[in-house]
Antibody
Framework: EVRLVESGGVVVQPGGSLRLSCAAS????????MHWLRQVPGKGLEWVSL????????YYADSVKGLFTISRDNSRNSLFLQMNSLRTEDTALYYC?????????????WGQGTLVTVSS | EIVLTQSPATLSLSPGERATLSCRAS??????LAWYQQTPGQAPRLLIY???KRATGIPARFSGSGSGTDFTLTISSLEPEDFAVYYC??????????FGQGTRLEIK
């Protein structure tokens, strides 16, 4: 069974930093592109970042470019999102998601999310 | 940036009825479109990809169609568990992917 479990979401002050983690199990983690997405409670979905299977390629939404860094550790089946210079508009539920086999940007499994609140 | 516009914003139907949800892209995206279902408190679930391919385990009552700029998700006969929010997503502008704003399917 595929499982994705996010952690690391807390309340943080504007300008602060946070590192989110996603623990993956039930599939060959090192075969797949992985994504981070976010959702303000009650609002729509926003793609944040992706990383290819071998970390060779990373991409970011314009809204987080230069502020967030995605990484992965295939030996630990883990995905990370380093978030710096956090702003109130970064408040959201953050999901990690697995890409569908053969398609880097369709997302067939999602975690339950971890809540990041940026507030003073 | 490719913008996806979903309509209607809210659709009120009864169990057993047919639901038709629309997604329009601001430019042609071929068949690079997916549909997701999100129920309250849950993560999104992939229903359809490549505009018309059902994801693993998705019931046959869900079908997708369209190409270019106009796409449709059809639920042939609504079950109680189908009342949720539905999002379309494009991958034509890879690596950037974008979502529509969602259609809320509610019980009439």
């Amino acid at each position: 069974e595929v499982r994705l479990v996010e952690s690391g979401g807390v309340v943080v002050q504007p300008g602060g930093s946070l590192r989110l983690s996603c623990a993956a199990s039930g599939f060959a983690f090192d075969d797949y592109t992985m994504h981070w997405l976010r959702q303000v409670p009650g609002k729509g979905l926003e793609w944040v970042s992706l990383i290819t299977w071998n970390s060779d390629t990373t991409y970011y939404a314009d809204s987080v470019k230069g502020l967030f860094t995605i990484s992965r550790d295939n030996s630990r089946n883990s995905l990370f999102l380093q978030m710096n210079s956090l702003r109130t508009e970064d408040t959201a539920l953050y999901y990690c998601a697995k890409s569908l086999s053969g398609y880097d940007s369709y997302l067939d499994y999602w975690g339950q999310g971890t809540l990041v609140t940026v507030s003073s | 940036e490719i913008v996806l516009t979903q309509s209607p914003a809210t659709l009120s139907l009864s169990p057993g009825e047919r639901a038709t949800l629309s997604c329009r892209a601001s430019q042609s995206i071929s068949t690079s479109l997916a549909w997701y279902q999100q129920t309250p408190g849950q993560a999104p679930r992939l229903l359809i990809y490549g505009a018309s391919k059902r994801a693993t385990g998705i019931p046959a009552r869900f079908s997708g169609s369209g190409s270019g700029t106009d796409f449709t998700l059809t639920i042939s006969s609504l079950e109680p568990e189908d009342f949720a929010v539905y999002y379309c997503q494009q991958r034509d502008s890879w690596p950037s992917i974008t979502f529509g704003q969602g259609t809320r399917l509610e019980i009439k």
